[in-house]
Nanobody
């Protein structure tokens, strides 16, 4: 089992930045690929970014590439999502996921999800 807790969400103006954190407990995530997803009201959960266990390989949704950066600190059992130039349509609950299959740039999530953190972007 792995417990995930996201934080760092909040209200930001369009064009602003936020840094989300996902802290894991109960076990180390140092050997896990990790992913970030988001879900807006009335929409399905969608992939945002993924990172391999070492941090050397990352993948982004096309819509966030160049503006978002996923990173990790295995010593702190934490994964981050730096979000720049945020757009109003990116308002959503952001979730992290642990231990997914990550091959050929595609991340398939497991059932290990955090509770999410709300991101609101005002126009």
């Amino acid at each position: 089992q792995v417990q995930l807790v996201e934080s760092g969400g909040g209200l930001v103006q369009a064009g602003g930045s936020l840094r989300l954190s996902c802290v894991a407990s109960e076990r180390t995530i140092s050997t896990f690929a990790m992913g970030w997803f988001r879900q807006a009201p009335g929409k399905e959960r969608e992939f945002v970014a993924a990172i391999d266990w070492s941090g050397s390989r990352t993948t982004y949704a096309e819509s966030v590439s160049g503006r978002f950066t996923i990173s990790r600190d295995n010593a702190k059992n934490t994964v981050y999502l730096q979000m720049n130039s945020l757009k109003p349509e990116e308002a959503a609950v952001y979730y992290c996921n642990a231990g997914g299959a990550y091959y050929s740039g595609r991340y398939s999530p497991t059932n290990y999800w955090g509770q999410g953190t709300q991101v609101t972007v005002s126009s």
